[in-house]
């Protein structure tokens, strides 16, 4: 199971820092991602994470936001700087056990998900 939070309303500029805290399996074995969906538009990758600490992030956030886990509390999060308008949609966090340079952006790659939080991103 996941659950996401840290969503909420935001000016540009900002800052916030989404969670995705599991439980059920090994945490610390899985590589974990967040991806995101605006309204109309298809759920896409925005950042990822091995089960080793290698990240991707997607040119969209990079320089403006980063991924970090903590095994002891079995979360993962996704830190957000510099927020823009833009990056308004519902954020959701997968879990997988073969992530790799080839497919951390692929979506089906993710065997669960979270429920997602939406980030709402004022001008």
């Known amino acids: 199971q996941l659950q996401a939070s840290g969503g909420g309303l935001a000016q540009a500029g900002g800052s916030l820092r989404l969670s995705c805290a599991a439980s059920g399996r090994t945490f610390s074995t899985y590589g974990m991602g967040w991806f995101r969906q605006a309204p109309g538009k298809e759920r896409e990758f925005v950042a990822a994470i091995t089960w080793s600490g290698r990240i991707y992030l997607s040119d969209s956030v990079k320089g403006r936001s980063t991924i970090s886990r903590d095994n002891a509390k079995n979360t993962v999060y996704l830190q957000m700087n510099s927020l823009k308008p833009e990056d308004t949609a519902v954020y959701y966090c997968?879990?997988?056990?073969?992530?790799?340079?080839?497919?951390?952006?692929?979506?089906?790659?993710?065997?669960?998900w979270g429920q997602g939080t939406l980030v709402t991103v004022s001008s």
């Open positions: 997968g879990q997988s056990n073969r992530i790799s340079y080839r497919d951390y952006q692929d979506l089906t790659v993710y065997d669960y």
